[in-house]
């Protein structure tokens, strides 16, 4: 088992910035990815960030150059840096660990609203 704990969500006006931090424990030592999706409300799960363990990030392409993934090994934490952030950032961002032959464990989400 994996357990994912999120933080760093909240109300921003838009363009400001946020960070998420998402610290990993349990069973991590065949993790190969760390990551964040998000739900708004009446729409799917979409994927917003992943990073891998050899380094290299994926991004969908609405956040792409306002949203940065990064990761510190040493404490098993995946951070999203989100600037520039607009009123169709809100929803709730969720964490994710990929696993190999487990599949994927999520955290319990973090609510992020951008609103004047």
């Known amino acids: 088992q994996v357990q994912l704990v999120e933080s760093g969500g909240g109300l921003v006006q838009p363009g400001g910035s946020l960070k998420l931090s998402c610290a990993a424990s349990g069973s991590i030592s065949s993790m190969y990815a760390m990551g964040w999706h998000r739900q708004a409300p009446g729409k799917q799960r979409e994927l917003v960030a992943r990073?891998?363990?050899?380094?290299?990030?994926i991004y969908t392409d609405s956040v792409k150059g306002r949203f940065t993934i990064s990761s510190d090994n040493a404490k098993n934490t995946v951070y999203l840096q989100m600037n520039s952030l607009k009123p169709e950032d809100t929803a709730v961002y969720y964490c994710?660990?990929?696993?190999?032959?487990?599949?994927?464990?999520w955290g319990q989400g973090t609510q992020v609203t951008v609103s004047s």
């Open positions: 990073i891998f363990s050899g380094g290299s990030t």
């Open positions: 994710s660990a990929g696993v190999l032959e487990k599949g994927d464990y």
